[in-house]
């Protein structure tokens, strides 16, 4: 397996772009504010919601992987993203995805479990501020007013006919994570930079 530790020659995918995502979050004066969370650990898991490794998994976690479509848990500093009745995302800080991988197939045991390191197929975009929600719906097709996607949603849906996967942060005012494959990062950030200068 290759070594995805985040090291001082990696740059992340957005590197390029800190400065003008910067200026754009001066610019609207907080309203919205960007930011690229690089190198999370994003892990996914398969296994059986109903079976034994379920339940020692989220012990391993030090939380259960959600059931409802559609939502994500927090403990810690790791996040587990319901992608399907039998899929979820684990993510954390950088640089851990070798031990979340390895406490998760510690804990299956013998049970029938998938792990796959999926770090390096996206990276992370925040978005915040308190015009973070008129933003993002310029491009998503989601309602994502606070009563049908308030914090512990998720979702994979489209953002500037993106794939992505977009997760309400349970944080106070923590704004969004939107997690993009790499290969389209830029483009989704030239779509954000430019949907957000009518905030400036």
């Not at 992370?124 to 973070?132: D, Q, W």
Request: proline share 8%; aromatic share 4%; charged share 20%.
């Amino acid at each position: 397996m290759a070594d995805t530790t985040p090291t001082a020659r990696q740059r992340s995918p957005l590197a390029l772009a800190a400065d003008r995502l910067a200026a754009t979050s001066r610019s609207s004066g907080g309203a919205v504010r960007l930011a690229e969370v690089p190198f999370l650990a994003q892990t996914n898991v398969r296994l059986d919601a109903k079976g034994p490794a379920a339940d020692a998994v989220g012990v391993a976690l030090g939380v259960q992987p959600p059931l409802e479509p559609g939502t994500a848990v927090r403990a810690g500093d790791s996040r587990v993203v319901w992608l399907g009745p039998d899929e979820w995302l684990v993510v954390g800080r950088p640089g851990t995805q070798r031990d979340l991988q390895s406490r998760i197939r510690s804990a299956a045991g013998d049970e029938p479990v998938s792990v796959t390191d999926v770090s390096a197929q996206r990276t992370t975009v925040l978005v915040s501020g308190p015009r973070a929600r008129d933003l993002l719906s310029h491009g998503c097709p989601l309602d994502l007013h606070p009563r049908a996607f308030g914090p512990g949603r998720s979702a994979q849906t489209t953002l500037a006919r993106t794939q992505v996967i977009l997760v309400a942060r349970d944080e106070p005012r923590a704004g969004f994570w939107v997690l993009v494959r790499s290969s389209f990062a830029g483009y989704l950030t030239d779509w954000l930079l430019d949907a957000a200068v009518e905030y400036r």
